[in-house]
């Protein structure tokens, strides 16, 4: 048997498109050829299955191997093999796929597939890394001939007589010398953990060393020997290819930790497994959370039929759930993923909305089922929670019956709870439901305290999403809005009919904020006097609720940058009705008047962290002084 010729002409432009196009990574070559044995060595078992095939099936097996000096790369299976009619139609012609054919004869095969091959552009990959590719390869038919195909990257081809003398196929690959990084036994050994690492068939790549227990010494203890095994480099049975049923807690932990070796127990997990009307299993599961969230992501990998694609599955998995880790694996996926296809396949559309479901059904049990366990991780997982409350509103609908809100006195509160809470104390005089919270519990303590003097609650708002979280949730509640705790005093923060009664003239009032213009003098700050209760502050320092809110987003880089450059202004208030205040306008030295308002006004500047450098030295050397 001999023949040479010239491939189809459908792929006389192939070699290009492969090395430039098709694949993103030149590593992808050893993924395509492992998953074409892989496929190979499953067909073997279905035709057995089927009853076309009696033969001895062996010990289904794909093996990688590397000859550092004859610079070859060898991937070799004992799956259905090919006859040279079979490497003609599959090899060199790629407009007819195997598959199809493959798919036409065995259609009967509830589960055909799983074993379509992927011979065809998959194999094609080969030619970038190697400039010379050889199958040596033998049908499982009776009365087959072994066959050998070589190819030198063009479109020429030659077919002789193989030399295979069992069932399988053999793809060596002579590596050109571009890709010579790929003969070493570390990087091949990388790759296959990246891409291999759960194929359902045995990978075998050489041998490792291992001890095993070997009698025992005269003191009774057990003696060790070396033995060389084979390297079999993957897990054929991982948790996601199982029914929830057979598996324990400590299986989905021990597979998380193989995943992530060095990482903390995750809080939970759910196992997806859909059959229709897309094919799905996967298991994703819920981290701990680090304020350094932003460096979670990809941590879930997609694979397709066991063999990993990607760990980018922005368009598969919703952008709120992304600093989840797992795995997902959907033979709905093709191997060669762009994201182009991602964005417009209705499957992978069709998938993000079920993983949004399943998430939202699995977080609504645990609220529901233990709300104790539930609260005892909020921290955890309400960074998720409100991220997806407020970028899908699919989620929403379902999450805002248990997005919590949490307050200053660590309790927490549903949607429905909290306003049943803070209705009867916190609704103005407009019928408008005040929400106060604070985004730094330390630092506005003094606000906070006078807010809970007046029977208020406030609720702490303090992750990097809660900015967001807040003006969503004055968009859905009704007739409802979010005012930072020292947005303003207790007194005005909730507009009421019964503010306290001026125990100051027109003119006294006049000659407070005359003292107070002149004692701050600054522009930024605008003095204001108030008839407040005279318990509160004698000075208060505040900014508006909505330019500071601005600011921040602009500092979040939420589009708002106008907002950004423009300075912050404060308002400075002063309460009227303070002792200390009636003490400034009878002093007649009019030194120690301006010392005295500084002084106070230096207070509700440290009260908010704004006294700093030189300021707060002069401030420290004053209240020396005055005491």
Not at 79 to 102: C, P, V, W
Not at 448 to 457: E, R, T
């Amino acid at each position: 048997m001999q023949e040479k010729g010239t491939i189809s002409i459908h792929t006389e432009n192939i070699f290009p498109i492969i090395k430039k196009f098709l694949y993103s990574d030149n590593e992808i070559f050893l993924r395509e050829l492992v998953s074409n044995a892989v496929d190979a060595t499953q067909k073997i078992k279905r035709l057995a299955s089927l009853g076309q095939y009696g033969g001895d099936l062996g010990k289904p097996q794909v093996e990688v191997s590397l000859d550092e000096a004859a610079k070859t790369i060898t991937i070799s299976d004992n799956g259905i093999g090919m006859t040279a009619d079979e490497i003609k139609k599959y090899i060199n012609q790629i407009a007819f796929s195997g598959a199809t054919e493959f798919m036409e004869k065995f259609k009967e095969a509830k589960d055909a597939n799983e074993i379509i091959g992927r011979f065809g552009l998959g194999f094609y990959s080969a030619f970038m890394v190697a400039d010379k590719v050889e199958i040596n390869t033998l049908s499982y038919q009776d009365g087959a001939e072994p066959a050998r195909w070589i190819c030198d990257g063009s479109t020429e081809f030659e077919i002789t007589e193989g030399t295979r003398t069992t069932r399988g196929t053999d793809v060596i690959l002579h590596v050109n010398s571009e890709s010579e990084e790929f003969l070493s036994q570390h990087k091949l050994q990388e790759i296959l953990d990246k891409y291999a690492k759960f194929l359902p068939v045995p990978i075998k790549f050489g041998t490792k060393t291992e001890s095993e227990e070997d009698g025992v010494d005269e003191e009774g203890k057990t003696k060790y020997k070396s033995v060389e095994v084979d390297n079999i480099i993957n897990d054929t049975n991982p948790i996601w290819t199982k029914a929830p049923s057979e598996l324990k807690d400590e299986d989905y932990l021990a597979f998380y930790k193989e995943l992530y070796p060095f990482s903390e127990d995750p809080l939970f997990w759910i196992h997806l497994n859909v059959d229709y009307p897309f094919n799905l299993t996967g298991v994703l599961y819920f981290p701990k959370l680090k304020n350094d969230y932003e460096f979670q992501r990809n941590k879930i990998k997609l694979f397709s039929r066991q063999v990993f694609i990607t760990d980018e599955v922005k368009d598969i998995v919703p952008e709120f759930l992304m600093l989840l880790h797992g795995v997902i694996d959907s033979p709905d996926i093709p191997l060669n993923v762009s994201r182009s296809f991602l964005q417009a396949d209705s499957n992978v559309k069709k998938i993000n909305s079920y993983i949004t479901k399943k998430v939202a059904d699995k977080l609504a049990e645990l609220f529901k089922n233990d709300r104790k366990a539930y609260e005892e991780k909020w921290n955890d997982i309400g960074m998720f929670v409100k991220y997806g409350f407020i970028s899908d509103e699919k989620f929403y609908e379902k999450a805002k019956d248990f997005v919590l809100l949490s307050n200053t006195d660590k309790q927490n509160f549903t949607l429905s709870e909290y306003k049943d809470k803070v209705s009867p104390v916190q609704t103005d005089k407009d019928g408008q439901l005040i929400y106060l919270y604070t985004n730094d519990t330390n630092k506005q303590h003094s606000f906070i305290q006078s807010a809970n003097k007046k029977g208020y609650d406030v609720l702490a708002m303090e992750s990097p999403i809660d900015n967001h979280f807040i003006s969503h949730l004055e968009q859905k509640l009704e007739k409802t809005s979010l005012k930072r705790v020292d947005a303003d005093v207790a007194d005005k923060l909730i507009k009421k009919d019964d503010a306290p009664a001026h125990i100051l003239t027109e003119e006294q009032s006049t000659q407070v904020k005359s003292i107070f213009d002149t004692a701050i003098s600054k522009p930024a700050y605008k003095v204001e006097l108030e008839s407040l209760s005279p318990d509160e502050l004698p000075v208060t320092v505040t900014q508006d609720e909505f330019m500071r809110r601005m600011k921040d987003m602009a500092a979040m880089g939420g589009g708002m940058s106008f907002y950004g450059q423009m300075p912050d202004n404060y308002k400075v208030i002063v309460n009227g009705n303070h002792k200390l205040i009636t003490r400034i306008l009878n002093e007649e030295n009019t030194d120690t008047q301006a010392q005295l308002a500084k002084q106070a006004f230096d207070l509700a500047l440290l009260s908010q962290g704004l006294l700093t450098g030189a300021e707060l030295t002069e401030f420290v050397n004053r209240s020396v002084n005055l005491i």
